[in-house]
């Protein structure tokens, strides 16, 4: 928090909070160094500041422990730390949690089981479950007024598709063997008792570019405002993702496969014959050649697929396609 409120104090639309804590105010207040932010900021990283501060003590002696245990001596907090064999904060560690006491919270963490995009199919299934559980209470249910009582949530088709797009080809960070980590280096491969520490691998961010294979079936039929849409959200999240696009079309057979940079398709130049037969299983076994990180299939979901791939797969049909049944990966209807 303090490497990032110097980075940005020196903004001038930006106004930090009064109790924000500055590089150089945790350097004054914990280790008495007079530093100016910008100088600060060149010398000083996370992990170097992080080893700086830290001086809290190992874990607690066995008597210190058994004193916590058996309930005797200190405040509530101490005798806690002390079951737990918590660390106690040296001066440093003491003087930095001072420092930041004032400070607000102002991010949260988020429950990563939760996500926008399964509101409706929370709904459903609570809905079903109402339903079974009032079949034999007759027709004065109460339980039929609770059903009648939940929410009709439909998230919009554009919102999933950027949000499983995105989460599909964005990119990770790798192990790399050939370079410490940064942790590692801020200690110089060394404990604070001055033993020689394991081998720590970094991480990199570099990655090869991500891969995104959309397939179109033209045998189908997708009204052109439709198409619009589709095609701008699709040069949006690649353009966003700096991810590569391969367009596959076709029917019962590969018509045409093109490939474009992020952010350019030719989605929109895309004719539909209609009421035409569909395979497919030629359509992926061709997208398959690309390994993709995923794939779209624009279609209206008639036809066999004897193809199944390891990649995850998003079908993406037409209002009145809603009540066919995908036979793999997860359904989209554009509405």
């Not at 339903?131 to 009648?148: K, N, Q």
């Not at 189908?220 to 619009?228: A, F, K, Q, R, V």
């Not at 076994?285 to 004897?306: C, F, I, K, Q, S």
């Not at 079908?315 to 809603?322: D, K, N, Y």
Request: aromatic share 6%; proline share 7%; net charge negative.
């Amino acid at each position: 928090d303090a490497i990032v409120n110097s980075t940005l104090e020196h903004l001038p639309w930006l106004q930090l909070p009064p109790n924000a804590v500055t590089l150089d105010k945790l350097l004054h207040r914990v280790l008495w160094i007079e530093q100016a932010p910008e100088t600060a900021l060149l010398e000083w990283d996370v992990e170097r500041l992080y080893q700086a501060i830290d001086d809290r003590d190992s874990l607690l002696p066995r008597k210190a422990h058994d004193q916590g245990r058996s309930g005797q001596g200190g405040t509530p907090q101490q005798r806690y730390d002390q079951a737990h064999n918590a660390r106690q904060d040296g001066s440093r560690s003491a003087a930095a949690r001072q420092v930041g006491q004032g400070m607000i919270e102002d991010l949260l963490a988020a429950d990563s089981e939760q996500h926008p995009e399964d509101q409706a199919e929370q709904s459903r299934e609570w809905a079903e479950r109402i339903a079974r559980a009032h079949a034999s209470d007759g027709e004065h249910s109460m339980l039929r007024t609770l059903l009648a009582d939940l929410p009709k949530i439909r998230t919009p088709w554009t919102q999933l598709l950027r949000t499983q797009l995105t989460r599909g080809l964005r990119q990770q960070p790798d192990l790399s063997w050939s370079r410490p980590a940064r942790s590692w280096l801020a200690r110089r491969g060394r404990s604070a008792t001055g033993r020689r520490l394991p081998w720590e691998p970094g991480t990199i961010t570099a990655k090869r570019v991500a891969r995104l294979v959309v397939v179109v079936d033209v045998s189908g039929s997708i009204d052109p405002p439709l198409l619009e849409r589709f095609a701008s959200e699709i040069e949006a999240i690649t353009r966003r993702t700096e991810a590569c696009l391969t367009l596959v079309i076709g029917d019962d057979q590969v018509r045409r496969v093109e490939h474009f940079e992020p952010g350019r398709s030719a989605l929109r130049d895309i004719g539909f014959q209609g009421g035409g037969g569909t395979d497919f299983s030629p359509l992926l076994r061709e997208a398959n050649r690309y390994h993709p990180d995923l794939a779209v299939v624009l279609t209206d979901l008639d036809g066999p697929t004897e193809f199944r791939p390891r990649w995850p797969v998003l079908w993406a049909v037409p209002a009145a396609c809603e009540a066919v049944v995908t036979p793999f990966g997860r359904k989209l209807v554009l509405d």
